[in-house]
């Protein structure tokens, strides 16, 4: 028995000390860099005052996130996203409208025609018989005046030289004008009540 304990203590005395694992810190230097590079970064983050820096961001400013501002006058209005959101449902998105319910802008010699009949017809709509391209209709078109003078300028300069449409574009001046002058409340009767004021000197 004694001799056993004694072989396995002789045996000990003869080994190397077990290998132990021990904490290898980063070295100080590569600590001091990184420390460096991170102060570096966020001194030069408030440094260079980047907030609300549009340059440095996809280059819409405040404003432009806090939605639709009302046109104001002399501002460029897209007459193309006027006519997707206030026209299209009726007329289509080709301006060919709907045969017998709404007709065509693409094509059409009132879209063409005389500027102010085409700004009355926006400001105050039709209710009644009217010929257009050959074709008769009897619908109802609403009133836009609740739209801005640039607006209805935008959206009429664009269906008058979108598609086939080849008709010279209109000024927020002109709705401007025939808002102020008109006294009508009501929709034009149809296209003779329309015919009528084109004719009718200003
Ligand atoms: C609710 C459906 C509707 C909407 C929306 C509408 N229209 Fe019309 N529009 C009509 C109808 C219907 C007529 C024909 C009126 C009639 O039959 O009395 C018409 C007629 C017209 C005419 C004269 C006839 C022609 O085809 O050239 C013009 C110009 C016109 N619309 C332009 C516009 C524009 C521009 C817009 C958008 C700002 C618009 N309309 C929005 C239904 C609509």
Not at 163 to 187: D, G, I, M
Request: contains cysteine; proline residues 6%.
């Amino acid at each position: 028995m004694t001799s056993e304990i004694d072989t396995s203590h002789q045996a000990q005395e003869r080994e190397n000390a077990e290998p132990e694992e021990r904490i290898r810190p980063v070295p100080l230097a590569a600590a001091a860099i990184t420390l460096a590079m991170v102060l570096f970064g966020v001194v030069y983050i408030f440094i260079s005052e980047p907030f609300g820096n549009v340059g440095l961001g996809d280059r819409r400013t405040v404003a432009d996130l806090s939605g639709p501002v009302p046109a104001a006058a002399g501002t460029a209005v897209d007459g193309k996203a006027v006519f997707a959101a206030q026209c299209a449902a009726c007329h289509q998105a080709t301006g060919k409208g709907l045969p017998g319910v709404f007709p065509p802008l693409d094509g059409s010699e009132w879209v063409q025609g005389d500027a102010r009949t085409v700004a009355n017809i926006l400001l105050h709509g039709i209710n009644g018989k009217i010929s257009v391209a050959g074709a008769e209709y009897s619908g109802a078109m609403p009133s836009f005046q609740q739209l801005s003078d640039a607006e209805l300028a935008a959206v009429a300069s664009h269906v008058r030289s979108t598609w086939s449409n080849k008709a010279p574009a209109l000024s927020a001046t002109l709705f401007e004008q025939e808002r102020k002058t008109s006294t009508r409340t009501t929709p034009f009767e149809g296209g003779a009540a329309l015919q009528a004021l084109a004719a009718k000197p200003d």
